[in-house]
C-alpha cells in the first residue's frame, strides 16, 4: 500500500473520531446537533486508516483520537492506541 505524505496536503497531524459519543457540553461544538451519538468506527477501519500515513513524513507530528467526541469513552482507545 502506498503512503500518504499529509504534509503534502498542507496537514502537520491526522485526526481520527473512533466513537461519535461525548459526555461534555461545550458551547462551542455542534455535538448537540448531531443525530448519531453511538456509532463507533469499526478497529481494523481505524487501523487500516493509521496505515496509510507515511510516518516518515518529517513534517508529520502526531494522531489525534478526537474531533467531536470524548476519545476516552470509545473503550477501544488504548488498543488503537498500541
Known amino acids: 500500500m502506498e503512503k500518504i505524505t499529509l504534509s503534502d496536503y498542507g496537514y502537520d497531524c491526522l485526526q481520527i473520531e473512533t466513537a461519535s459519543a461525548c459526555n461534555m457540553a461545550c ?3 455542534p455535538y448537540p446537533l448531531k443525530e448519531d451519538k453511538q ?3 469499526p478497529a481494523h477501519e481505524i487501523k487500516n486508516i493509521i496505515d ?4 516518515k513524513d518529517p513534517k508529520f507530528r502526531h494522531i489525534d483520537f478526537s474531533l467531536f467526541n470524548e476519545p ?3 473503550s477501544r482507545v ?3 492506541v498500541e
Open 39 to 41: 456509532t463507533k468506527l
Open 78 to 80: 488504548f488498543e488503537v
Open 27 to 29: 458551547t462551542f461544538c
Open 72 to 74: 476516552l469513552l470509545d
Open 52 to 55: 496509510q500515513v507515511d510516518p
